[in-house]
């Protein structure tokens, strides 16, 4: 996301599957599509092409936008010690691939109101195992 923030030429929607799985499409109702790193569970490989191939035909709606992409079966939290995202962040029950990605906020929008379900992945928040352990 970096890479691309102070670019007025170019954009990039960032999908983010969770557990990737060899079975058919399960479609659209069954998938739970959320912003902020709060959920993980299985997602068919089929689904996520489907997803991204939406994502990339919605054009300008996804644009500087990052989501997490779950099957709703076995849908977990990451942590217990994360709120549970209200409505605006999850995104699920639709009836096409394209309607899962209504509504999505930017990146900008998801640091402004939400900061605490964004996580950068440099790793600077994560403490050394020898303080762990």
């Known amino acids: 996301r970096d890479l691309y923030a102070n670019q007025d030429k170019c954009s990039y929607t960032v999908v983010r599957p969770g557990g990737l799985s060899d079975a058919s ?76 990605l209504d509504g999505l906020l930017t990146d900008e929008q998801m640091k402004s109101s939400y900061p605490q379900y964004m996580n950068d992945f440099r790793g600077d928040k994560i403490k050394p195992i020898s303080e762990v352990v």
Request: aromatic share 6%; net charge negative.
């Open 25 to 100: 499409a399960e479609g659209p109702e069954l998938i739970h599509v959320s912003q902020g790193d709060v959920y993980s569970a299985e997602i068919t490989r089929q689904d996520v092409a489907e997803v991204t191939v939406a994502a990339l035909l919605k054009g300008k709606a996804t644009d500087f936008t990052t989501f997490e992409l779950n099957m709703k079966k076995g849908l977990n939290k990451v942590s217990k010690d994360l709120d549970t995202p209200g409505p605006e962040l999850v995104h699920d029950g639709a009836r096409s691939y394209d309607a899962l």
